[in-house]
């Protein structure tokens, strides 16, 4: 079992790319105010924390096509 502050790496279910995938740490959201994010074919990489909002701000300009097709 996990420490509650210890993330819980999930994957997008649309994560159906041959691997080239981000998993995030959703869990210390309210705790910590982060989303770690890490590469998930290389999870001994290095984490990057990331603002709830900066990361609320990302996934909004996602949805609006605002990087192009997704």
Known sequence: MKAAGSPRWIKSSYSDN???CIEVAANLVATHGIVPVRDS???NSPVLAVHTDAFSSFVDCLREGQFGPV
Do not use: D, N, V
Request: glycine fraction near 34%; aromatic fraction near 0%; charge should be positive.
């Open 18 to 20: 041959g691997g080239a």
């Open 41 to 43: 074919k290389l999870p």
